[in-house]
């Protein structure tokens, strides 16, 4: 690899670091319980599709049915999440309280506020440089998942 693509993945691998630092702290929610990014997540997700079963919200989310279990159980006993039936008894869907409303958009007002310097950027690049990122996002995507496959 040249000097110009090793300053870029090691940059990249910055940028993963920093992230993971960032899902592992807490986000106080101004009473006795904090929340993770992976919490906080999945509570915009069911507030994005509203009545989404736990299936359906893994399959959304790209993690394990075990894993969306884990993380809803948390999110009920915090009160942010609410189990309901369906029409059949096998299936459970998920609905968020007012206060998972509240946490779903305090987290939408944060993203939007964290990446408007995208939104600056990517208004200012040409059709050339946008297809060239989304191209090279979908490939590391792509090399990701594969590797965990």
Known sequence: MGTEVNELVSLFLSILHTFSIIEKKPWDLGTSSKIFLTEIQTVSMIGENPNVNMTQLADIMGVTRGAISQTVRKLVTKKLVVRTNARNNKEVNLALTSFGQMVSDTYQTRMKEVF??????????????????????????????????
């Open 116 to 149: 408007t310097f995208a939104d600056e950027l990517y208004a200012s690049a040409t059709p050339v440089e946008r297809d060239l990122v989304k191209r090279l996002f979908l490939r590391i995507h792509s090399n990701m998942k594969n590797r965990i496959q």
